[in-house]
């Protein structure tokens, strides 16, 4: 069944830099579209960004676009998303998630979580 597993989230200076990874299993990670996600308390679900299923193409939300970088490891079935000059904005848990854009709606298709903390 698909297990999701996050890591690298932490409490990081505005400014600064955090690569989150996410481990995946049981299922054919190559086959996939792979997707980052983001919640803030009283905000809600927010997508950021999305990589194709063999790590071609790219789309992010414009609120990270030229700071966040999603990228893929199919030989090692492994998620990045290196995270650069975070803002105070930036501060939530983040998923990684099976699919496209579309598994915003599917919470039974993201991983627990990761937390980053944006703070001076």
């Known amino acids: 069944e698909l297990r999701l597993v996050e890591s690298g989230g932490d409490w990081v200076q505005p400014g600064g830099s955090l690569r989150l990874s996410c481990a995946a299993s049981?299922?054919?990670?190559?086959?996939?579209?792979m997707t980052w996600l983001r919640q803030t308390p009283g905000k809600g679900p927010e997508w950021v960004s999305t990589?194709?299923?063999?790590?071609?193409?790219?789309v992010y939300a414009d609120a990270v676009k030229g700071r966040f970088t999603i990228s893929r490891d199919n030989a090692k079935n492994t998620l990045d998303l290196q995270m650069n000059n975070l803002k105070f904005e930036d501060t939530g848990r983040y998923y990684c998630?099976?699919?496209?854009?579309?598994?915003?709606?599917?919470?039974?298709?993201w991983g627990q979580g990761t937390q980053v903390t944006v703070s001076s």
């Open positions: 998630a099976r699919g496209g854009r579309n598994t915003l709606a599917v919470r039974s298709y």
């Open positions: 049981g299922f054919d990670f190559t086959d996939y579209h």
């Open positions: 990589i194709d299923s063999r790590g071609e193409k790219t």
